[in-house]
């Protein structure tokens, strides 16, 4: 199972990022997929969780309104479009889904891509 996210970087305060996750080793469209993030110092947060067919999702409080996750199964990557960015966005964001393999359910986590928002 491999996760590489990309899309990260600087933007300022009110701005747009759009964050992708390529996936591989896996049948992508058969699970659900989460982007979390993390600021040092703090735990990693749940930001949003996109279901199989992409019909489904969910959000963090804090983010509704302004972040959207998407899927492309045929292309096998997830999608994380965040508008208005505020200074709290500011994080590691990682992309993670679960997987049932070899008999156990464990999770797999990309690298993560930095998110910088200035003033």
């Known amino acids: 199972v491999q996760l590489m996210e990309s899309g990260g970087g600087l933007v300022q305060s009110g701005g747009s990022l759009r964050l992708s996750c390529a996936a591989s080793g896996f049948t992508f469209s058969n699970y659900a997929m989460s982007w979390d993030r993390q600021t040092v110092g703090k735990e990693r947060e749940l930001v949003a969780t996109i279901w199989q067919t992409g019909e489904d999702t969910d959000y963090a409080e804090a983010v509704k309104g302004r972040i959207t996750i998407s899927r492309d199964n045929a292309n096998s990557t997830l999608y994380l479009q965040m508008n208005n960015l505020n200074l709290s966005d500011t994080a590691v964001y990682y992309c993670?889904?679960?997987?049932?393999?070899?008999?156990?359910?464990?999770?797999?986590w990309g690298q993560g891509t930095q998110v910088t928002v200035s003033s």
């Open positions: 993670n889904t679960k997987i049932f393999d070899r008999g156990r359910w464990a999770t797999y």
